[in-house]
Every structure is written in structure tokens, then in C-alpha cells.
């Protein structure tokens, strides 16, 4: 079986983000980046699955800047076979991701592809189910455990209020949630390993997809600061306050 | 034209998050019809019937809704969308799964986690 693993550069999770003065985004510029920790997790059920003797192959498949090779390079040193990044500097949002992974997986052809539920920086929850549909495969979103049996893959869903069993045919769309497992640090002599490894460079353009953004942004804000509290005198002051300010009661 | 929204709910009863979308969707338009997908979803529908602003209530039974798959619900929610101007659904595990799935197959963006609505400074989320 061969897995495709889609990762996301993203500002890493350490980082307290700020909000840019003209409110057009938020600063990137020289901030620390890092790979989206849902992804992390998704490269490392991969490898797994691998090391399980399921897997035959892992390839990372990473859509952004230049940077993101670097990116692909973790994924590659946690234990991903090859990388492939699809470079552009243009603002790609979860559609457009969709359609051109849709278009590697044309190419590449994996029984089983893995994605984080959501990136940390949009927290768009989109991507995967939306490549799944553009598949027509199945798909089972925040997945906490994955088996495979036989010819269909078992998953454990983290759901409002429970867990969902699903036994899925292949090919599917899964992506991951943080109960998945725990990645593991990446040693040194892997880093090394991982900068031998194949990493391909294409174009939107090379696998015809337009990735023209369909929303707007208008403005980024940051959210509303808590006003400070008081303290009250008495309880007969905490109950009227409760009352009359709060209308909690 | 009107606004649709995907109820949650456990084919008996309707969750209390549909209602929160119902007011969200009041807000943009005064038409919304509520779709109900399930097995034996009755007491669902019945229940959305009930709710003050509802217009219409689409009621869509079988078999193979009963465990809401998202790969079949949102088939069943792309047959009828060309109808709408906006489709809406609780962002819940339920909604998450589904709605932009149904985006995908429509070719449209979806806004996620929708905070506030005006017509004129669309969506903030």
C-alpha cells in the first residue's frame, strides 16, 4: 500500500502570533515556522503503518514558498520515503489545496492518503474532506486510531459526544486528530538521511489546477482584550452585581 | 431565493445546535428551509417543522443516512443546492464532516466557524 501525507508550513504552534499594523494578516517575517502538528502526526501514522510491514512506501506532499521544503525534510527525516512540493507564492486556501493534491494523487495513485484535521493557522477543517469528495473515496475525519483488515481500514472517529467505528474501502481520505499518536523526536543521523531523499519541485501550473482565491480577506483583528476585574466588598454587592450587571442570575 | 440548512440530529430529535443556525440564517434571510437526512427521522423533522422562521422542511429518509455518512449525505445535499443561496450547517464534528465536502462537489469556498453576518462586510469568522 502506498500512503501520500500532505504537510502544512505553518508559524510554529510556540509562537504567539501578531497581527500585522495594517490589519491585511498576520507578521510571518521572522517568525519561527514549523510543520503543522496535526501533520506531524499524520507523517508519523504513515511511517508506522510502514514500519508495520502495511505500507510500502510514504511520500510528503507540501503546497507553499520554497521554504516549505524544509517542511518536507522533517517529514522526510521522521521516516517519508520522497517529497514533493508544489511551489507557489499565491494565497491557497482549502479549495485550491484540494484540487491540486487531487491532481497528485492522479499521478501518484496511493490507496490511502492522510492529512492533518485542520492547520493551525487558518484552523480551516476543510482540506481533507473536501479532496475526498473531489476523489469520490471515502473519507473519516479526526481519526484517533487506524487499522487495516484486509482490503478496508478500520478508524476510529472523535466525535461530539463519543467515538465512530468506520470500515472504509480503499481509496480513502483520513485525517487526523491529536489522539492519533504521539510523533516521535527526529534524530540526527535521520535529519542526515532525510537530505539524500528525492524531493520534486512543480508549478500549480504543471497540474493545471487555478488556484485564483475565492474569499476575500478583508481584515485580520485581533480578538477583544478582557477587561480587568473587580473586587467586590461584600457578598450582598457580588449577588446585586450578578443581578443587575451580568444577568447571570 | 432561500437559505438551507443541514439539521443535526439523532433521527428521533433534533440537536440543539440547529437552532443556533436557524437564528444565524434568519439574519441573512427571511426564507429558510430546513433539510433533515436520516433513517426514520420523523421526530427530527417534526421537531424542525416547529421551529419559528422555518418556511419549509425537507425531509429525506433511508436506510442509508442512518449512520450520516458524510460521503452520502452530501451527495444528497448537492442534488439540492442549486436552489439556494447559502448553505448552512452547525460547526460541530456532524457540520465539519459534511459541509465542505459539499462545497468541494458544488466547487465553491466554505467559511468555517461563522461568528457574525452582515450583507454588507460579508463574513467574519
Same mark, same amino acid.
Not at chain 1, 9 to 32: F, M, P
Not at chain 1, 87 to 109: N, Y
Not at chain 2, 46 to 59: E, F
Given at each position: 500500500?502506498?500512503?501520500?501525507?500532505?504537510?502544512?508550513?505553518?508559524?510554529?504552534?510556540?509562537?504567539?502570533?501578531?497581527?500585522?499594523?495594517?490589519?491585511?494578516?498576520?507578521?510571518?517575517?521572522?517568525?519561527?515556522?514549523?510543520?503543522?502538528?496535526?501533520?506531524?502526526? /499524520?507523517?508519523?501514522?504513515?511511517?508506522?503503518?510502514?514500519?508495520?510491514?502495511?505500507?510500502?512506501?510514504?511520500?510528503?506532499?507540501?503546497?507553499?514558498?520554497?521554504?516549505?521544503?524544509?517542511?518536507?525534510?522533517?517529514?522526510?527525516?521522521? /521516516?517519508?520515503?520522497?517529497?514533493?512540493?508544489?511551489?507557489?507564492?499565491?494565497?491557497?486556501?482549502?479549495?485550491?489545496?484540494?484540487?491540486?493534491?487531487?491532481?497528485?494523487?492522479?499521478?501518484?495513485?496511493?490507496?490511502?492518503?492522510?492529512? /492533518?484535521?485542520?492547520?493551525?493557522?487558518?484552523?480551516?477543517?476543510?482540506?481533507?474532506?473536501?479532496?475526498?469528495?473531489?476523489?469520490?473515496?471515502?473519507?473519516?475525519?479526526?481519526?484517533?486510531?487506524?487499522?487495516?483488515?484486509?482490503?478496508?481500514?478500520?478508524?476510529?472517529?472523535?466525535?461530539?459526544?463519543?467515538?465512530?467505528?468506520?470500515?472504509?474501502?480503499?481509496?480513502?481520505?483520513?485525517?487526523?486528530?491529536?489522539?492519533?499518536?504521539?510523533?516521535?523526536?527526529?534524530?540526527?543521523?535521520?535529519?542526515?538521511?532525510?537530505?539524500?531523499?528525492?524531493?520534486?519541485?512543480?508549478?500549480?501550473?504543471?497540474?493545471?489546477?487555478?488556484?485564483?482565491?475565492?474569499?476575500?480577506?478583508?481584515?485580520?483583528?485581533?480578538?477583544?482584550?478582557?477587561?480587568?476585574?473587580?473586587?467586590?466588598?461584600?457578598?450582598?454587592?457580588?449577588?446585586?452585581?450578578?443581578?443587575?450587571?451580568?444577568?447571570?442570575? | 431565493?432561500?437559505?438551507?440548512? *443541514?439539521?443535526?440530529?439523532?433521527?428521533?430529535?433534533?440537536?440543539?445546535?440547529?437552532?443556533?443556525?436557524?437564528?444565524?440564517?434568519?439574519?441573512?434571510?427571511?426564507?429558510?428551509?430546513?433539510?433533515?437526512?436520516?433513517?426514520?427521522?420523523?421526530?427530527?423533522?417534526?421537531?424542525?417543522?416547529?421551529?419559528?422562521?422555518?418556511?419549509?422542511?425537507?425531509?429525506?429518509?433511508?436506510?442509508?443516512?442512518?449512520?450520516?455518512?458524510?460521503?452520502?449525505?452530501?451527495?444528497?445535499?448537492?442534488?439540492?443546492?442549486?436552489?439556494?443561496?447559502?448553505?448552512?450547517?452547525?460547526?460541530?464534528?456532524?457540520?465539519?464532516?459534511?459541509?465542505?465536502?459539499?462545497?468541494?462537489? *458544488?466547487?465553491?469556498?466554505?467559511?468555517?466557524?461563522?461568528?457574525?453576518?452582515?450583507?454588507?462586510?460579508?463574513?467574519?469568522?
Amino acid at each position: 500500500m502506498k500512503i501520500l501525507v500532505a504537510v502544512k508550513r505553518v508559524i510554529d504552534y510556540n509562537v504567539k502570533v501578531r497581527v500585522k499594523s495594517d490589519q491585511s494578516g498576520v507578521e510571518t517575517a521572522n517568525v519561527k515556522m514549523s510543520m503543522n502538528p496535526f501533520d506531524e502526526i /499524520g507523517v508519523e501514522e504513515a511511517v508506522r503503518l510502514k514500519e508495520a510491514g502495511v505500507a510500502t512506501e510514504v511520500v510528503a506532499v507540501s503546497i507553499g514558498l520554497a521554504q516549505a521544503q524544509e517542511t518536507l525534510r522533517t517529514a522526510m527525516a521522521i /521516516g517519508a520515503d520522497r517529497g514533493i512540493l508544489v511551489e507557489t507564492t499565491a494565497d491557497i486556501q482549502p479549495l485550491a489545496v484540494a484540487k491540486l493534491l487531487k491532481a497528485i494523487v492522479d499521478q501518484e495513485k496511493p490507496e490511502l492518503i492522510i492529512l /492533518g484535521k485542520q492547520a493551525i493557522d487558518d484552523d480551516c477543517n476543510q482540506t481533507g474532506q473536501m479532496l475526498s469528495a473531489l476523489l469520490a473515496c471515502s473519507q473519516a475525519t479526526f481519526a484517533s486510531k487506524v487499522e487495516l483488515q484486509g482490503d478496508r481500514i478500520l478508524v476510529t472517529r472523535e466525535i461530539d459526544g463519543g467515538l465512530e467505528n468506520l470500515s472504509l474501502s480503499i481509496p480513502a481520505v483520513i485525517t487526523t486528530d491529536l489522539r492519533l499518536n504521539e510523533p516521535r523526536y527526529v534524530t540526527l543521523p535521520n535529519i542526515m538521511k532525510a537530505k539524500k531523499k528525492e524531493l520534486k519541485m512543480i508549478k500549480p501550473e504543471d497540474l493545471g489546477v487555478d488556484v485564483t482565491p475565492r474569499v476575500h480577506t478583508l481584515k485580520v483583528v485581533e480578538p477583544p482584550t478582557r477587561s480587568a476585574g473587580v473586587i467586590v466588598a461584600d457578598v450582598k454587592a457580588l449577588v446585586d452585581k450578578l443581578k443587575n450587571e451580568a444577568k447571570v442570575i | 431565493m432561500a437559505i438551507l440548512i *443541514l439539521a443535526e440530529h439523532q433521527h428521533s430529535a433534533l440537536q440543539a445546535g440547529t437552532l443556533n443556525v436557524l437564528t444565524a440564517a434568519l439574519a441573512i434571510n427571511s426564507e429558510v428551509h430546513i433539510l433533515v437526512v436520516g433513517h426514520q427521522a420523523q421526530g427530527a423533522a417534526l421537531a424542525a417543522a416547529q421551529l419559528a422562521g422555518v418556511t419549509k422542511v425537507l425531509h429525506i429518509d433511508a436506510p442509508h443516512f442512518e449512520s450520516h455518512g458524510a460521503e452520502n449525505v452530501a451527495a444528497q445535499v448537492q442534488a439540492i443546492a442549486g436552489s439556494y443561496t447559502h448553505i448552512l450547517a452547525n460547526a460541530s464534528a456532524y457540520g465539519k464532516n459534511i459541509l465542505p465536502r459539499v462545497a468541494a462537489l *458544488l466547487d465553491v469556498a466554505q467559511v468555517m466557524r461563522l461568528r457574525r453576518y452582515s450583507p454588507r462586510m460579508p463574513y467574519k469568522y
